[in-house]
């Protein structure tokens, strides 16, 4: 009860912090390939997701996760908390902005975790409304922080896509460090299918290499794992499977329900 009254009092917290930052950064990676229609209607407020999500592990206890969403037109904030067992906790608080032009749509992100962290990125999708260009790039002050993209955040991201298949957004990018000296770089297929107008999927297979610190000496380590995302109305699931999950000896399997609201 302590952890979820946490969460409650930061998500108050996100919605006062959200509207002093006004137009600045966001999450620890803003997602330019985001579907658009994700966004709330116009008539809508607020637009909320939560979603808890569950992390089984091979080498390290199993943890836990609860973060809460809401994203309006032109910003999203969110709160979230991390527990595995009794060794390792953190509160974290995020922001994005999009912007868009003709061809340009760019989202700024920033985040603060407890532990003293901090970090923020830009990504960008660049092109027409069937094909696209994706970059993007990323910093942290690289204090402690359990790190829940699953890949390299201080790192450069670069890729393609395409919306020419009916109801059907096909991605291909690459993120890769650029400055701790890892070797680290994973790259992700990306397909999310609308078959219906109450349903969607989303895969993503993703290749992984790179040591785990800049020691020459560390064993380099690469794995191929997945994530399916099954889309209902307000509900969607979620699992994925992750060999060598941030480039450690632990191999992991993430489970998540959850609900918009």
């Known amino acids: 009860m302590t952890a979820v009254r946490a969460v409650c009092a930061a998500a108050m917290g996100a919605v006062l912090l959200c509207a002093s930052l006004g137009a600045r950064g966001a999450d620890?990676?803003?997602?330019?390939?985001?579907?658009?229609?994700?966004?709330?209607?116009?008539?809508?407020?607020?637009?909320?997701?939560l979603t808890p999500t569950y992390y089984m592990s091979s080498s390290?206890?199993?943890?836990?996760?609860?973060?809460l969403r809401g994203n309006t037109e032109t910003q999203t904030w969110w709160v979230g908390y991390y527990q595995r067992d009794d060794e390792f906790r953190q509160l974290r608080l995020g922001?994005?902005?999009p912007f868009e032009w003709s061809f340009v749509r760019a989202i700024p992100s920033f985040q603060y975790a407890t532990r003293g962290f901090l970090g923020g990125s830009i990504t960008a999708e660049i092109g027409g409304e069937h094909h696209y260009g994706l970059l993007g790039w990323g910093r942290t002050n690289l204090r402690d922080y359990y790190n829940l993209n699953f890949d390299p955040n201080d790192?450069?991201?670069?890729?393609?896509?395409?919306?020419?298949?009916?109801?059907?957004t096909l991605s291909l990018f690459q993120i890769?460090?650029?400055?701790l000296g890892t070797g680290?770089?994973?790259?992700?297929?990306?397909?999310?299918?609308?078959?219906?107008?109450?349903?969607?999927?989303?895969?993503?297979?993703?290749?992984?290499?790179?040591?785990?610190?800049?020691?020459?000496?560390s064993g380099k380590v690469s794995g191929t794992g997945a994530t399916l995302t099954y889309d209902f109305d307000r509900w969607f699931a979620r699992v994925a499977s992750d060999p060598h999950v941030n480039f450690s000896d632990n191999n992991m399997?993430?489970?998540?329900?959850?609900?918009r609201f």
């Open 28 to 49: 620890g990676r803003g997602d330019a390939t985001r579907e658009r229609e994700e966004l709330p209607a116009a008539q809508a407020k607020v637009a909320w997701k």
């Open 60 to 67: 390290e206890p199993n943890a836990w996760d609860l973060n």
């Open 95 to 97: 922001y994005e902005r």
């Open 155 to 168: 790192a450069v991201t670069f890729g393609v896509g395409t919306r020419a298949l009916p109801n059907t």
């Open 176 to 179: 890769r460090d650029d400055r």
């Open 184 to 217: 680290q770089r994973v790259t992700h297929l990306v397909a999310r299918i609308k078959p219906d107008e109450r349903s969607r999927w989303t895969v993503d297979v993703f290749h992984k290499e790179g040591r785990p610190d800049a020691d020459p000496a």
């Open 253 to 259: 399997v993430r489970v998540a329900i959850g609900v």
